[in-house]
């Protein structure tokens, strides 16, 4: 039987600081690839909700853990969608309030649950991960544009397998603030044309 000792134990003498990862390299530019603004779940887990959630208690996951998107899940762990922020603050729970599933005075916020307002995986406009490597940032910028949202989810297909897996996502927060620019999604063709040129300098 292998002999182990306890290792020797020490206090801190002054105020320590947390480590954090090394940001000081420099931003991803628009000519920068693709892949380098994409958070891998290679490295670094998804985080995820379970559908029952309510949704002030998956908006305080949020804030919490920093992000702006949950992936959802049902009891034995399948993949059933996503929720945002912007899902929760916005219109959707009062739509849902006026909708055939719950009408006011029936049921009221509080009882809305995540999987009530998701995004389900059907309606999810994804990027494949194949298609990204000669993509570059500011190719995402132009897609996240057109699509109108603030994250573009991105699968990786298995290769002999009817399946594919969330890979990882790209989060306009994150493009903004490599690029020192915000974007207005859902905007005019004008606005487009605005970023289009700031883009190009």
């Not at 693709?34 to 208690?57: G, N, R």
């Not at 399948?78 to 909708?99: A, H, V």
């Not at 207005?184 to 970023?195: C, D, L, P, Y």
Request: charged residues 20%; contains cysteine.
């Amino acid at each position: 039987m292998a002999a182990y000792t306890s290792l020797s134990l020490d206090s801190p003498h002054a105020c320590c600081l947390l480590k954090r990862p090394d940001s000081s390299g420099p931003l991803p530019g628009h000519n920068s690839p693709a892949l380098a603004l994409m958070t891998d779940f290679q490295d670094i887990s998804p985080i995820s909700v379970a559908a029952t959630t309510s949704l002030d208690t998956a908006l305080d996951y949020m804030i919490i853990s920093g992000i702006r998107l949950l992936f959802v899940i049902d009891a034995e762990f399948n993949l059933l969608g996503s929720i945002t922020s912007f899902d929760i603050q916005g219109e959707k729970p009062m739509l849902y309030l006026q909708s055939k599933d719950c009408r006011i005075g029936i049921c009221s916020r509080a009882d809305i649950e995540v999987q009530d307002v998701m995004t389900p995986v059907s309606k999810w406009p994804t990027l494949r991960h194949e298609t990204l490597t000669d993509a570059t940032v500011g190719d995402i910028a132009h897609t996240f544009q057109a699509l109108g949202q603030r994250h573009l989810i991105v699968v990786e297909n298995q290769p002999e397998q009817s399946f594919a897996i969330v890979r990882g996502i790209f989060s306009m927060s994150d493009l903004e603030r490599s690029l020192g620019m915000t974007f207005i999604v859902g905007e005019t063709a004008k606005n487009f044309s605005e970023i289009e040129r700031a883009l190009r300098k």
